[in-house]
């Protein structure tokens, strides 16, 4: 059972930057796992950011891809996100997700673990 932990939110004011992390254990081995980061607003849905797969290919969405980045280090278990330059509109819980294997979509279906999430208020 995968276990995933996020850290690293905050309140920041507009145009600041932070940089969440995301902790995984429970698997035989965090090479194999496939993760994402996700976001989820009050009254939306949530949402697909950045994903990076077992080799570190990194796939992002494009209302982020200027000011995010997605990175993972397989030695600590652990993936990060990166936010720069932050918009009023990147206020939300985030989270990150993970599945087995090679592929990294932004398809919020196609995860099967999640963390409890992490706050980003920006104002």
């Known amino acids: 059972h995968v276990q995933l932990v996020e850290s690293g939110g905050g309140s920041v004011n507009l145009g600041r930057s932070l940089n969440l992390s995301c902790e995984a254990s429970g698997f035989p081995s965090m090479q194999r796992l496939s993760m994402g980061w996700f976001r989820q607003a009050p009254g939306k849905e949530r949402e697909g950011l950045a994903a990076i797969d077992d080799v570190g290919v990194t796939s992002y969405d494009d209302s982020i891809r200027s000011r995010f980045t997605i990175t993972r280090d397989n030695e600590k278990s652990t993936i990060y996100l990166q936010m720069d330059n932050l918009e009023l509109e990147d206020t939300a819980m985030y989270y990150c997700?993970?599945?087995?294997?090679?592929?990294?979509?932004?398809?919020?279906?196609?995860?099967?673990?999640w963390g409890q999430g992490t706050q980003v208020t920006v104002s």
């Open positions: 997700g993970a599945r087995p294997g090679s592929c990294a979509p932004e398809e919020v279906s196609a995860y099967d673990w």
